[in-house]
């Protein structure tokens, strides 16, 4: 059965997760809720997706909905003739314990009880460098504060909320079904104070309400050295404003490290490519080599080959959970030159004779001179 109006009133797949039905909760509950949208059929919409959350949000009653639709989530499992339409008859504690998340039983969270407030994630783009041996950071974002005209309770200063008269603070309502075994009894959401147990007469004019208020935030963040993209910082309590007292969340700090023009890093390791003419490789010579620490010196001995690796000691990153630096790897790439005079092609004839190497240059013709005098241009 194809069960998905409630996860559409909330703007969800089907195989959303908790914290994503949670956070499309609080959203859409904040986007149509009477005190902030006196848009037509913002309240009627506001129930809606508190009859959604209070079915998706639980596990029982979200599986029941998915095989029965809205009709098990209502107590109406309505089949054929002298049956229960979904049941296969053979015992009801299924049955039973299905009717019993539906009509009551456990018990509820307390609307009142503090909660707190939402994470949030940012993300900040390093150098390499910076990546290396760690930095600090500014981040402005925005992100729901508690309010600075009511503090948080949402009424209009010189006033309090008080105690919801319907629900008498408990956030929910008794609302009794009829069905084939009789009258069943359900918890619903208080269609009064909308679940939070207390009324507001006089809404905050800030924040309408709802405690909260957006606010254009900035902290600085440390980023340690040795951090690597996908690595997260967490700054507690930089998130946003909890409910009913409750404490801030947290914002977590997404690292992203630019690429690097001359190195590689794996790890604690750092890789460079060294290009070497053919006479340095041949017979040796003194290079300069960068590393993230400054330059080096570094002998190359005669007749290294391309693919040859040199180790530099403590050159590379350092751990993130510290100990000792890691080393940089030197890779050479022996470059064969392009483009030689006749001096240069003369010594290179006098070097191949002297080692007995046979050598027999192709030729140009006339069209590959032509070729090359147009590539010239």
Not at 158 to 175: A, D, K, L, N, Q
């Amino acid at each position: 059965m194809n069960n998905t109006e409630y996860y559409d009133r909330l703007g969800v797949s089907k195989d959303a997760s908790q914290d994503e039905i949670k956070r499309a909760y609080r959203k859409m509950s904040k986007k149509y809720h009477p005190d902030i949208n006196k848009e037509d059929g913002s309240e009627q919409k506001y129930k809606d997706v508190q009859e959604a959350y209070e079915t998706l949000s639980d596990q029982q009653k979200r599986a029941a909905y998915d095989q029965y639709g809205p009709a098990g989530a209502n107590g109406g499992f309505g089949g054929g003739a002298g049956g229960f339409g979904g049941f296969d008859g053979a015992g009801f504690g299924g049955f039973e314990d299905i009717f019993s998340s539906f009509f009551g039983g456990g018990a509820s969270r307390n609307p009142n009880a503090p909660r707190q407030g939402d994470d949030l994630q940012y993300r900040v783009d390093l150098k390499f460098e910076e990546a290396i041996f760690g930095t600090e950071k500014e981040v402005s974002y925005n992100r729901e504060a508690t309010c600075h005209t009511c503090t948080g309770t949402g009424a209009k200063p010189g006033t309090s909320p008080v105690t919801c008269g319907r629900c008498h603070g408990s956030g929910t309502i008794s609302v009794d079904t009829h069905t084939p075994l009789g009258t069943m009894r359900r918890q619903m959401t208080c269609d009064v104070c909308h679940g939070t147990g207390k009324e507001i007469k006089e809404p905050c004019h800030t924040c309408h309400g709802t405690g909260h208020e957006k606010q254009a935030h900035k902290v600085t963040v440390k980023i340690p050295a040795g951090v690597e993209t996908g690595q997260q910082v967490r700054l507690a309590g930089q998130g946003e404003a909890g409910f009913n007292g409750g404490p801030y969340g947290d914002l977590y700090v997404i690292i992203q490290v630019q690429a690097s023009d001359k190195f590689e890093r794996e790890g604690t390791t750092i890789h460079y490519k060294l290009d070497l003419n053919f006479v340095q490789a041949a017979l040796g010579d003194t290079v300069h080599v960068p590393t993230v620490h400054g330059d080096v010196d570094l002998l190359i001995p005669e007749g290294t080959q391309t693919g040859k690796k040199f180790r530099l000691k403590g050159k590379g990153a350092p751990s993130l959970r510290g100990g000792a630096m890691g080393d940089q790897y030197v890779t050479i790439n022996v470059v064969t030159p392009t483009g030689l005079n006749d001096k240069q092609k003369s010594a290179l004839r006098e070097f191949a004779a002297a080692g007995n190497i046979a050598v027999n240059p192709q030729k140009k013709g006339f069209f590959n001179k032509v070729k090359d005098a147009f590539d010239e241009l």
